[in-house]
């Protein structure tokens, strides 16, 4: 399914949109294999829009994968959040599109990336902050790289997540076959393990996300597991 938003931004664009950020860091599959699972959430699934990036009640987008961003800032400028010129930036001294997406540069961004393994507890911190403060609409979502479960850190982070039934909480994994480890029975058998519920699907097929992303939860958090081709193929 292609669709298309006021501009006439849609899927098909998005590769003329990374293609204006060029360099020698880019780590392209790192941002190709996020396309389609970061399209489907926000044309279709967030409640967030560039009016409403500062509104209490929005939902939260957390990159994890922060390492190759070109699919997240050409999805954020095809949606109208940065504008499309400051793509052929991406990289420079001055640009506000470093090779990490900087929260207080780039709107709509709700976290600054670094080391992989962080994006997860720190959606789970925001989760419990909505739920302290009595908000339960707003939806957090976070997107991780299957290689950050080599990190101990999301591991306790699944773990605690159960136990505490943050049902507003959501993560989509991207499974490009880069983790070191693995573990018996798949990425979703560890998030069910610890009383999640959990979706496997094809990453590349819009509908297939759009239902897995949108499937009921309730009382528990929710991870869908997104396969893609291996990083390297």
Not at 25 to 38: C, I, M, R, V, Y
Not at 89 to 112: K, N
Not at 120 to 135: C, E, I, K, N, S
Request: proline share 6%; aromatic share 6%.
């Amino acid at each position: 399914m292609t669709t298309t938003i006021p501009g006439g931004a849609a899927f098909t664009d998005l590769p003329a949109l990374m293609g204006l950020m060029t360099g020698d860091e880019k780590h392209g599959p790192a941002a190709t294999s996020t396309l389609d699972a970061l399209w489907v959430l926000y044309d279709r699934v967030l409640r967030v829009t560039p009016a409403t990036v500062e509104d209490q009640d929005r939902d939260r987008f957390l990159l994890s994968k922060g390492h190759g961003p070109m699919a997240y800032y050409a999805v954020l400028a095809a949606k109208g959040f940065i504008d499309r010129e400051v793509l052929t930036s991406f990289g420079a001294y001055d640009s506000p599109l470093g090779h990490h997406p900087d929260r207080t540069l780039v709107p709509g961004v709700e976290i600054g990336s670094g080391s992989l393994g962080h994006g997860l507890p720190l959606a789970v911190g925001t989760a419990l902050g909505l739920r302290a403060q009595g908000l339960s609409e707003p939806a957090v979502w976070v997107l991780l790289g299957d290689a950050e479960f080599d990190e101990g850190s999301n591991h306790e982070a699944v773990a605690f997540a159960g136990a505490a039934g943050l049902d507003r909480l959501h993560v989509v994994v991207i499974d490009n076959s880069s983790a070191t480890h693995g573990w018996r029975g798949g990425i979703a058998a560890r998030f069910a393990a610890e009383g999640w519920s959990t979706a496997t699907v094809d990453g590349r097929d819009h509908e297939a996300l759009h239902a897995a992303f949108t499937a009921a939860h309730p009382g528990r958090p929710h991870a869908v597991v997104a396969r893609v081709e291996p990083k390297n193929a």
